[in-house]
T-cell receptor
């Protein structure tokens, strides 16, 4: 069964450093998403991406965050200057057509900011 | 924006019993209601979804019901098995909005 692949599985970074989280969505999917989950809390929407541009973003997704699809397969989330409160599990997801057709999530990247 | 409430936060059942998880939503424009199962260390996995044009949907031991008037929907798992133990999230999404809003999750424990 096709999978969404995320790397790395765990990243530890110093506060103020830049991090890039990487995702390879399912190849025939058109919509891509990033969500995050702070330990023990709900899954929160960050951003959706379609046709090489952001289609929706949440208030969490401020100027410190950016997304990119640098080639035909990768989808990245960059955090420019990490804060302690950015520590969370970050999930990439893709959808064949739109959000209301169901997501396939990756296994996540655990980001720890120290 | 949409707000999804989910109850209970934890649920323990004996193997073979049924489990019911309930959610309410706030945005009457929401028309898509997926349920996700998250096992430890993994991403959420879509297990079933329902759209607002139907009131009930079933897939083997799992069923979902939707009451649009009351803005609530429920997940029913029958004949529970230990492998059903996980965190379950409900979610809601309006047509044309490229995101889903998740509930707070229910940790289901099936006791053998």
């Amino acid at each position: 069964e096709p999978e969404v692949t995320q790397t790395p599985s765990h990243q530890v970074t110093q506060m103020g450093q830049e991090v890039i989280l990487r995702c390879v969505p399912i190849s025939n999917h058109l919509y891509f998403y990033w969500y995050r989950q702070i330990l023990g809390q709900k899954v929160e929407f960050l951003v959706s991406f379609y046709n090489n541009e952001i289609s929706e973003k949440s208030e969490i997704f401020d100027d410190q965050f950016s997304v990119e699809r640098p080639d035909g397969s990768n989808f990245t989330l960059k955090i420019r200057s990490t804060k302690l409160e950015d520590s969370a599990m970050y999930f990439c997801a893709s959808s064949v057509w739109a959000a209301n057709y169901g997501y396939t999530f990756g296994s996540g990247t655990r980001l720890t900011v120290v | 924006g949409e707000n999804v409430e989910q109850h209970p936060s934890t649920l323990s059942v004996q193997e073979g019993d049924s489990a019911v998880i309930k959610c309410t939503y706030s945005d009457s424009a929401s028309n898509y209601f997926p349920w996700y199962k998250q096992e430890l260390g993994k991403g959420p996995q879509l297990i079933i979804d329902i759209r607002s044009n139907v009131g009930e949907k079933k897939d083997q031991r799992i069923a979902v019901t939707l009451n649009k008037t009351a803005k609530h929907f429920s997940l029913h798992i029958t004949e529970t098995q230990p492998e059903d133990s996980a965190v379950y999230f409900c979610a809601a999404s309006p047509e044309g909005v490229q995101k889903v809003t998740f509930g707070t999750g229910t940790k289901l424990q099936v006791i053998p």
